[in-house]
């Protein structure tokens, strides 16, 4: 399905490409995103597949020396971005990436998946398998880094040690380990609010959090033992580690399909099969009838529904029964006729604010997971709902980065919030026209 909302799409990814690799969206953010890279390699699979191979080839290019692909490459200078380069000082790791300057932490690993869907997408398969051959192994690395580091008590289950590796910046559901904490008040120059309105995007007390555990992980070296032991956020959340198992789900069946690697295959089955158990065990809430966040470092379950309770359905976690109680929970509290699909927290709750960030509004790349998850299932009527409001948010707003979840807000066409001709926005709009 070609129309013009198709085509603005493809403009704005070939607007936003720099050479070799994508940026989320302009000033906002002028870097190379960690998992912004891997849903633009989706979008770009459809019409460039030499762009979707150079998106991921240059993520994959920066991975250190221990198998860490970091959430953000700093390719450029750019004084319209903060915390930069010389706030997070990679350098301080010794297996770090002498080539790039990044981030010390990481983001949702999507990039096994990713290589699964254009694989899917092309139209020359043998072509792409070799590229994918040429990938593959860092992909592994990747994986073999976060279950021999980010799992100190052998679990199954990784952690994440700062809330932007989450992907889900703000949520209220860190406002629990905020209360746990008081760094100090730094002096800094915000600029992500000289773009974008303040009412739209993290407090300045919240950013004092995000650079104490910046600077505690810094005093260790970003030593992921001693983050373990001393930081503060620590947690065990469920769409990091769906995406993990979902991508190596993604990663045994390119495997199997290029042939050999037994070796590689039998391990990736082996972390699967324990992930998927623990995942189970642990993050899910009987009571809640969804998955939850697990805070290690406090040893409590962070009780709140978001969108990233549902995400299990795009990794086949949940078993049928649960499946069922999860869509209900899901229509019951986020899917009424007077709301869009799917805001991004709980809009009963009275921390739901559907203008800030990921406090609330309606996110597309998890819209696009809960499509193929729910599809996957057979819930084909409310896959159906969620593909129709993502197409109308986008037809009604353009490419933002997120979007009130009231469907009352969106009569002037101007409910988009953040960043506008955003990437990955765009990117999953092409592929939900194509694949949907
Ligand atoms: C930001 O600067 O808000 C980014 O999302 C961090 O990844």
Known sequence: MKNDLYNKAKEVLVNNWKEGFSIPCAKLYPFQWFWDSGLIAIGFAHFDMEKAEQEIATLLDAQWGNGFIPHIIFHTESDTYFPG???????????????????GMTQP?????????????????SATLKFIESAIDKVYFNHEYFYNNRDPKNEGLVYIYH????????????????DTMNPPEYTFERRDTTHVDASERPSKREYDHYLHIIDIAKENNYSDEKIAEYSPFLVQ????????????????????????????????KLWQNKAITAFNDKLYDEALGVYVHYDLRNEKPLRFLSSSSFSPLFANIPNKERADRMV???????????????????????????????????????????????????????????????VALMENNGFYEYFDSRKEMHKNGDAGYGGNNFSWSAALLIDLLENG
């Not at 380069?85 to 981030?103: M, N, V």
């Not at 690993?109 to 139209?123: A, D, H, N, Q, W």
């Not at 805001?343 to 203008?355: I, L, T």
């Open 328 to 390: 209900k929970v899901m229509m019951d509290k986020f899917g009424g006729d007077h709301q869009y699909l799917c805001a991004s927290f709980d809009p009963e709750s009275e921390r739901f604010n559907p203008k800030k960030y990921w406090r609330g509004p309606v996110w597309v790349n998890l819209n696009w997971m809960l499509f193929n998850g729910l599809k996957q299932y057979g819930f084909n009527k409310v896959a159906h709902r969620m593909k129709q409001d993502t």
């Open 85 to 103: 380069p010389d706030f997070h000082r990679s350098d301080l790791h010794p297996q770090a990436s002498k080539k790039y300057r990044s981030t």
């Open 237 to 268: 959340d469920p769409l990091f580690n769906a995406l993990l198992i979902k991508s190596t789900e993604s990663l045994i069946k390119l495997y199997e399909l290029i042939g050999n690697n037994v070796e590689k295959i039998n391990q990736l």
């Open 109 to 125: 690993p999507v990039t096994g998946f990713v290589l699964e869907e254009i694989y899917r997408i092309s139209k020359d398969k």
């Open 163 to 178: 809330n932007w590796e989450s992907g889900t910046d703000n949520s209220p559901i860190w406002d629990d380990i905020w």
